[in-house]
């Protein structure tokens, strides 16, 4: 069964994704004023925000950052030349490298998780109601169709397919 969408579903869509960029926006402007392009910094909040058991190879972060692996590469060569990450041999395999925040790294990463905290608590809000809206409209539609089938209505889990 196609579904159809409306006006107020295209919006709500339009709305999340304008505030998303902005949020983005806000983050890339951030990270080019401490001297950094968007992905370093994506990549030195990978390495300090990696789960526990999870080991800092460069494997891992071009996974995270949805990137290439020789992409994730350069973008370590660069941040190991600005001193901010470095790398590690392995302590079981001396042939696995992996990767760590300096000093410098961390105080850089620190100040910018600060400032992105901050923003999302003014602009949170805000991205949150536009989330709302379209799974509202979503939940709005699903239960308008199942009234008229007779039918109840129930929240289906896990991810939805199609892109915003």
């Known amino acids: 069964m196609k579904k159809k969408l409306n006006s107020v579903d295209y919006q709500s869509l339009a709305e999340l994704r304008h505030q998303i960029r902005r949020f983005l926006h806000f983050s ?20 300090k925000g990696l789960p526990d058991g999870v080991r800092p190879r460069i494997g891992e972060f071009a996974e995270r950052l949805q990137i ?43 100040a910018l998780s600060f400032d992105h905290r901050e923003e999302l608590r003014m602009q949170g809000p805000i991205l949150i109601a536009a989330l709302e809206r379209v799974m509202q409209v979503d939940e709005n539609a699903s239960g308008a169709r199942a009234e008229k089938s007779g039918e109840k209505t129930t929240r289906k889990a896990g991810p939805r397919h199609g892109r915003t």
């Open 28 to 47: 890339e402007q951030a990270a080019r004023n401490m001297g950094l392009e968007p992905r370093q910094h994506q990549l030195m909040l990978a390495i």
């Open 68 to 110: 290439q692996h020789h992409s994730a590469v350069e973008l370590v060569d660069r941040l190991s030349r600005g001193g901010y990450v470095r790398r590690l041999a392995g302590a079981e395999d001396r042939r696995e490298v992996l990767v760590a925040l300096t000093p410098k790294g961390e105080q850089v990463l620190r």
